[in-house]
C-alpha cells in the first residue's frame, strides 16, 4: 500500500510538472524586442499556429496546440496584431491573443497624395479595405461628424507617422488621422493664421498648392511668399490671381480621373473652380494633403516681394519681381526645354542608327 502511495505521488509531481512545463515553458522565439504575427478576422486557432510556426515565432507548435486544446484558450483567439517576444511562455503568448491584447502597427501618411493613393497606402499598411476609405472619404454625414466637409476632409490626412492597431478600419482610421490634424492646430498657429487673414483651412489649401508646386524643400517658404503676395496684394503691385499650375493640374485630374500630365496652353482655360488661373482667390478646398513642412512654410512665408517663378530646368525656380523680369525667364525655360527634346530626339535618332533601338 505504502509503494502505491508513494508511486502516486511520484505520477502526481511528474504530472505537476508537465503541466508546468506546459504552460510555463519558454516556447516563444521572437526577437528580443518582439515581432509581430497577425491574426485575421474569423481566424482558427490552427491558423494561429500556422502563422507563428511558419514566421518561426515558436519553438514547439505541438505544446502550444496541446496548451490551447487543455484550456481551451485555442478557441478563444481574437483578430489583431501581437508582437511576440523572446522566451514567452504558451501562456502569456496565448492569454495575450485570446484576450484581444494588441500590439499597434506603426503607419505612415504620406504627402502630396490623391484619395485614391491615400487609400492605396492605408490597404498596404493596415490591411484597410482601399473602396472603404475611398467612400468614407465621400460621405458627407461621416464628415460632417468630424466637424468639416467633403471638400475640406482630405486635406485633414495629416503626413505623418502615427501608432494605430491593425484591426481599425477606414472610417476609424481617418478619424484618428483627423484628429492628429486638429491637435496640429495648436493656438499658436491659429494666431499666425489670424495674422495673415487666413483659417485653418485656407492655410491647408494654401499649403496643398505649396505642395505640389515646390520640389526643392527649402524653396516652400518662398513660393509660399509669392503666392500670399497675389492673394493679398503685399506688394506694390495690384493684387492678382494665384495662377497655379497645380489647381489646373488638380481640376484636370478631378474630371477625367486621370495621373498628372504636362499642361498644354489650352489646359490654362479649361473650366473649372480650381483653376486659379480663371478664378479669383483660393480654390475652393484643398488639391492635396499637404505636408507639415508646406503648412509652415504658408505660416511661416518669406517676405519678400516676388511675384512670379519659372522652373529653372534644375528642379527649382527663378523668381522675378516684375512681368518684363518673368517674360525673360520665361524665355530662358522654354528655350532650355527646346534644347533638351532636341537631345532627346538627337539621341533616339543616333540609337536608331545603330540599331540599338527600334524607330518606334
Known amino acids: 500500500m505504502k509503494r502505491l502511495l508513494l508511486l502516486a505521488v511520484v505520477l502526481g509531481l511528474i504530472g505537476l510538472g508537465i503541466g508546468y512545463a506546459l504552460a510555463f515553458a519558454p516556447n516563444a522565439r ?32 505541438t505544446t502550444l496546440r496541446w496548451f490551447g486544446r487543455l484550456t481551451g484558450w485555442g478557441e478563444q483567439v481574437k ?118 487673414g487666413l483659417t485653418p483651412d485656407e492655410v491647408i489649401t494654401l499649403a496643398s498648392i505649396v505642395e505640389w508646386e515646390a520640389r526643392v524643400p527649402e524653396e516652400r517658404p518662398r513660393i509660399a511668399g509669392v503666392y500670399l503676395n497675389r492673394l493679398l496684394g503685399r506688394t506694390p503691385a495690384v493684387r492678382m490671381r494665384l495662377q497655379a499650375d497645380p489647381t489646373v493640374q488638380f481640376a ?14 489650352r489646359d490654362y482655360q479649361f473650366p473649372s473652380p480650381y ?49 518684363a523680369e518673368h517674360a525673360a525667364n520665361a524665355r530662358r525655360w522654354s528655350a532650355w526645354i527646346t534644347r533638351q527634346y532636341q537631345i532627346r530626339d538627337s539621341l533616339r535618332a543616333d540609337s536608331v542608327r545603330r540599331g540599338l533601338r527600334p524607330a518606334n
Not at 528580443?32 to 515565432?57: I, Q
Open 30 to 61: 521572437g526577437a528580443e524586442e518582439g515581432r509581430g504575427v497577425k491574426v485575421p478576422e474569423g481566424a482558427t486557432f490552427e491558423t494561429v499556429l500556422d502563422s507563428l510556426e511558419s514566421a518561426g515565432l515558436i519553438r514547439s507548435r
Open 79 to 196: 483578430p489583431g496584431h501581437y508582437l511576440v517576444a523572446d522566451g514567452m511562455s504558451n501562456w502569456a503568448l496565448l492569454d495575450k491573443i485570446r484576450k484581444g491584447l494588441q500590439d499597434p502597427i506603426r503607419i505612415t501618411v504620406p504627402p502630396g497624395r490623391t484619395p485614391a493613393q491615400f487609400a492605396a497606402a492605408l490597404r498596404r499598411q493596415l490591411g484597410t479595405d482601399s473602396a472603404a476609405v475611398r467612400v468614407a472619404l465621400r460621405d458627407t454625414s461621416f464628415a460632417d461628424s468630424l466637424g468639416t466637409d467633403l471638400i475640406h476632409l482630405f486635406g485633414h490626412m495629416r503626413a505623418n507617422t502615427y501608432d494605430v492597431f491593425w484591426t481599425t478600419n477606414a472610417k476609424r482610421a481617418i478619424e484618428r488621422i483627423h484628429n492628429w490634424h486638429e491637435r496640429y492646430w495648436t493656438q499658436d498657429k491659429r494666431a499666425a493664421a489670424r495674422a495673415l
Open 252 to 265: 484636370l485630374m478631378q474630371a477625367d480621373g486621370g495621373p498628372m500630365r504636362r499642361l498644354l496652353l
Open 275 to 323: 483653376n486659379t488661373y480663371l478664378v479669383d482667390g483660393l480654390p475652393p478646398g484643398p488639391i492635396t494633403n499637404p505636408s507639415d513642412a508646406s503648412i509652415e512654410a504658408v505660416l511661416n512665408a518669406e517676405r519678400h516681394d516676388f511675384l512670379y517663378f519659372v522652373a529653372n530646368g534644375t528642379g527649382g525656380h527663378t523668381f522675378a519681381r516684375t512681368g
